[in-house]
């Protein structure tokens, strides 16, 4: 599908689901050697119009994740591209064992999509937000972790990932209308970070849909006298230690902002390549603090779990007065 | 009684021969594994099985372990893979020095099968409940390409106790695959005891039909009957499975329906014992 500002403007409008859903349809179109695996989530998943299009490219195992990542073991072991994809603590967890066995071990390549990932799914309850995604998925070696900041980087996420020789996990946040971070078609490399700000004072490092807050962050300090540096996060295993260095070498403060728990994902990634350097800065992780709540509304989680832009640049600054 | 012609006799001799030279490279084997010992009883129990698989039923071929129409295997019940790496050394594709590293520092012949090109090991299972679902993938991709192979799949009556089993029994029938053979090694015991006193999945033949599987229940060691069965299976749109009603620990008098024969020690006693069964047996 062709980038440029009428598609990306489209798709932040239909949210990264229905976007995906296009995306695959196109790319399906081209290879037909590109198969989608769902678990009874067609129209949540943006494939209703895949699934009539392309019945031969489609397979519906209704409900059952742990067969579903069998079968596309299968599939990909006769050397199939195989796209799975249902919501995210169903595509991890629910059959973590068989991505750990047949993906990590057996290094069979699959591409896995995580639906409304993070608190999007807010009103359903904690069954259906995923906030231990990273964390249960990074332990597994030979995975690649993505997690896209809008729903541009999520296309550029699929295409990659179904070219990549291990097996990839894409991390699908934010909802309909979500915001634009990418205006224009630009460059993703699987294992690159981005930066989207210039900034020396502190830096963010960010990713999935919560990179927004962080760009406004970046913004309120700014007219505070403080650079904040942004960096889009995409890719948290393979974890980009270059840009990490370079960032801790030049900044008082590192800051990592994510919709998980504040245990085994972003937050974690980058500690583990800061605690290495010498004289490295102070890291302040933000995310969720370990705990579920009630049931509510994306706005009133992120707000509750203190990851809006205006509690974000409360903490920072808290940080950066001690 | 059964009247078999020549030619089929042969291969009758065939296909016993090659379960007489896996059973003895599976005493081999637990022997050489010693103190770190070895799933004896369930590797047995499916040895007619396995052989008549390799030595038989399989389109398989000596020097090419990777061509299209090969048929697929997967040990879903890794833990039998004595067999499975005995059956493998029979069609040249695991050589004699090769088995002797088994559960060994550093072999490529662990305790459960470890996905290798060059062993002709397809798939790494160990962890039970995951093989079934592979073969559905396997056998989906034969009618996509139209490349005509069949799969097949040894699943433990222990291991139907895994949820997993059930997803994919209920899911192969959907796709008409007539190209996945399923055979459930049923020796009624799984790792700590009895399926009765553990947990028993109950009429597995009633339960397969109710999901619309093709269901054949026969003696899993008696070689005439398996080839009768394979030799009558049909491409009529439905996934097959045979229940192999099996002895754990078949074949030496010490751990026949013995279920410390589960995974155990080999030692030098018990293996020169086993070893004169077998010469009075063959």
């Known amino acids: 599908m062709e980038v440029n500002s009428k598609n990306i403007k489209l798709w932040s409008t239909l949210g990264p689901r229905a976007s995906l859903g296009l995306g695959i349809l196109d790319l399906a179109k081209y290879q037909k050697d590109l198969i989608v695996v769902t678990c009874d989530v067609s129209t949540s998943a943006g494939l209703d119009r895949f699934r009539k299009s392309l019945p031969n490219q489609y397979i519906d195992l209704g409900i059952a994740e742990q067969n579903m990542i069998g079968v596309a073991t299968g599939l990909a072991n006769e050397k199939f591209k195989v796209i799975t994809t249902t919501f995210a603590p169903f595509q991890t967890m629910r059959c973590c064992e068989q991505i750990k066995v047949n993906l990590g071990y057996m290094q069979e390549k699959i591409t896995m999509i995580g639906l409304a990932s993070g608190l999007v799914l807010g009103n359903l309850g904690f069954t259906h937000c995923c906030i231990e995604d990273l964390g249960v998925l990074r332990s597994i070696p030979n995975l690649c972790i993505i997690s896209p900041a809008d729903s541009l980087e999520t296309l550029k996420a699929i295409e990659s990932s179904i070219h990549n020789k291990n097996s990839c996990y894409i991390r699908v946040t934010g909802g309909t209308n979500n915001p634009i971070i990418y205006k224009e078609d630009y460059k993703f490399e699987i294992g690159k970070a981005i930066r989207l700000k210039e900034g020396n004072d502190i830096t963010i490092f960010g990713s999935g849909a919560v990179l927004n807050d962080c760009m406004i962050v970046s913004e309120h300090l700014k007219s505070k006298k403080i650079s904040a540096g942004v960096i889009n996060v995409h890719t948290i295993k393979p974890i980009d230690k270059e840009i990490i260095v370079d960032a801790s070498e030049k900044s008082k403060l590192i800051v990592t902002v994510e919709e998980h728990n504040k245990i085994g994902g972003l937050g974690s990634s980058v500690s583990e390549v800061i605690s290495s350097i010498k004289n490295a800065p102070r890291q302040l992780t933000l995310g969720i603090n370990d705990s579920y709540t009630k049931s509510g509304s994306y706005k009133f989680l992120k707000n509750y779990y203190r990851l809006v832009s205006e509690k974000i640049l409360e903490d920072i600054l808290k940080m950066l007065n001690e | ?282």
């Open chain 2, 1 to 282: 009684m059964v009247v078999c012609n020549m030619s089929d006799e042969n291969i009758i001799n065939k296909i016993k021969k090659f379960s007489l030279n896996v059973k003895k490279n599976i005493l081999n084997m637990a022997y050489e594994a010693g103190s770190s010992s070895s799933h004896f009883g369930g590797a047995l129990s499916i040895t007619d099985i396995i052989s008549i698989l390799f030595a038989y039923k399989m389109n398989l071929k000596k020097n090419n372990k990777d061509f299209e129409l090969r048929d697929r295997f997967i040990l879903s019940k890794g833990h039998a893979c004595l067999a499975y790496y005995a059956a493998l050394h029979e069609i040249g594709y695991i050589k004699k020095d090769e088995l002797k590293t088994f559960e060994k520092d550093n072999s490529s012949l662990a305790g459960h099968p470890v996905k290798n090109d060059e062993l002709g090991i397809d798939f790494s299972n160990g962890s039970l409940g995951m093989g079934l679902s592979i073969g559905i993938g396997l056998a989906i991709s034969s009618k996509l390409k139209s490349i005509p192979f069949n799969v097949n799949v040894i699943v433990g009556d222990g291991e139907c106790n895994e949820g997993s089993i059930w997803e994919a029994a209920m899911a192969a029938p959907k796709f008409k695959l007539d190209n996945l053979h399923v055979i459930i090694d049923k020796n009624n015991f799984q790792q700590t005891g009895s399926n009765d006193e553990i947990m028993n999945v109950g009429n597995l033949k009633e339960k397969w039909k109710s999901f619309n599987w093709e269901v054949e229940e026969i003696d899993g060691h008696n070689i005439i009957n398996l080839k009768k069965y394979f030799d009558s299976l049909k491409n009529n749109q439905k996934p097959k499975v045979l229940i192999a009603n099996t002895i754990k620990g078949k074949g030496f008098s010490f751990s026949e329906n013995n279920n410390e024969w589960h995974h155990s020690v080999m030692t030098k006693n018990i293996y020169e014992k086993a070893l004169k069964e077998l010469e009075n047996g063959s």
